[in-house]
């Protein structure tokens, strides 16, 4: 499966953006699908991800209450829905998939069970 995100820009603290991640080579819902961001100077961190089968979505305490994770299958696609934007959200973000991202692990491990990844997108929110 090949990933593309897209939905990134320049917003101001309390705003919002959608971010779009596109599947084409494949069906989406065969895949857990994560959103992973990397701020300048700082490790990879997972954000949110969904279990294949949609019955389960997952968000980083930093997030929790701000993002919404939801898929379309129908368009083969997730979508990152951020609201509440803060400047520490700044961050290149990503798309991946895998067969599963444990949600007992901490968000950073997450990276580990990736097996797609899709370009970022660059998130900037200004104060």
């Given amino acids: 499966v090949q990933l ?4 990134g820009g320049l917003v101001q603290a309390e705003g919002s953006l959608r971010l ?5 080579g494949d069906t989406l819902d065969r895949y857990a699908v994560a959103w992973f961001r990397q701020a300048p100077g700082k490790e990879r961190e997972g954000v949110s991800s969904i279990t294949n089968s949609g019955d389960g979505t997952y968000y980083a305490d930093s997030v929790k209450g701000r993002f919404t994770l939801s898929g379309d299958n129908a368009k083969n696609t997730v979508y990152l ?6 400047p520490e959200d700044t961050a290149v973000y990503s798309c991946a998939a895998g067969d599963y991202f444990n949600h007992h692990d901490d968000t950073e491990d997450w990276v580990y069970e990736a ?4 370009q970022g997108t660059l998130v900037t929110v200004s104060s």
Avoid: F, P, R
């Fill in 81 to 86: 829905q951020m609201n509440n934007l803060k």
């Fill in 4 to 7: 593309q995100a897209s939905g």
């Fill in 20 to 24: 779009s991640c596109v599947a084409s």
């Fill in 115 to 118: 097996d797609y990844w899709g």
